[in-house]
């Protein structure tokens, strides 16, 4: 159980041009999803909290209007780099936090998407 | 200082042998800690998580919390050389919902 799934596992895109990545927890609902970002050799960055029906949270120094945060359902997040560039280049992960009564804090990690802005 | 601080390592143990991972971290009245383990270029996969003072273990994983010293560590019994990855210690801090992390510590087990 408490599997995330992310769509697509790579993407190579052009300088200017927008990629969107999905995360799916397919055997959960999760009412908070988080999308976290990682470069070589450094720990995981969190960039936003996600909730379901509502706008996002981002942390500080994470442009909004370039990462578009999208959580339409209980099981669907959508993350849209908009005119990327190289310097986003990185390993996209998300992850999900199952909504279940008791203990909710666990939050189960995606398998990554590797952006590459030529 | 670090919110969440861990021994950057790297560790290297023989196959067979017991690995201690630690993890120390700021606030006091934090709750709930995960460890995390994490292979070259793949995502963080949850391999315990540990709310209540004292030992929990899982198959050749012992976690242990001390809230009192504000110290959480991770055992790995039977060290394989499957078990050679990063292992990121994770907080859940009094302020919020969010995890955060340590700069993770690199495991390597020597066949």
């Known amino acids: 159980g408490a599997v995330v799934s992310q769509h697509p596992s790579w993407v190579i895109c052009k300088s200017g041009t927008s990629v969107k990545i999905e995360c799916r927890s397919l055997?959960?609902?999760?009412?908070?999803m988080f999308w976290y970002r990682q470069f070589p050799k450094q720990s995981l960055m969190l960039m936003a909290t996600?909730?379901?029906?509502?706008?996002?949270?981002?942390e500080q120094g994470v442009e909004k209007d370039k990462f578009l945060i999208n959580h339409a359902s209980l099981t669907l997040s959508t993350l849209t780099v908009t005119s990327a560039h190289p310097e986003d280049s990185s390993f996209y992960i998300c992850?999900?936090?199952?909504?279940?009564?008791?203990?909710?804090?666990?939050?189960?990690f995606g398998p990554g998407t590797r952006l590459t802005v030529l | 200082q670090k919110e969440v601080e861990q021994n950057s390592g790297p560790l290297s143990v023989p196959e067979g042998a017991i690995a201690s991972l630690n993890c120390t971290y700021s606030?006091?009245?934090?709750?709930?800690f995960f460890w995390y383990r994490q292979y070259s270029g793949k995502s963080p996969e949850l391999i315990m998580f540990?709310?209540?003072?004292g030992d929990k273990e899982d198959g050749r994983f012992t976690a242990q919390l001390n809230k009192a010293s504000q110290y959480v560590s991770l055992l790995i019994r039977d060290s394989q050389p499957s078990d050679s990855a990063t292992y990121l210690c994770?907080?859940?801090?009094?302020?919020?919902?969010?995890?955060?992390f340590g700069e993770g510590t690199q495991l390597t087990v020597n066949p």
């Open positions: 992850s999900a936090r199952p909504a279940k009564a008791g203990r909710t804090d666990t939050q189960y």
């Open positions: 055997d959960f609902q999760a009412t908070t």
């Open positions: 996600s909730n379901e029906g509502s706008k996002a949270t981002y």
């Open positions: 606030d006091r009245g934090s709750q709930s």
């Open positions: 540990i709310y209540s003072n």
């Open positions: 994770a907080v859940i801090f009094t302020s919020g919902s969010r995890l955060t």
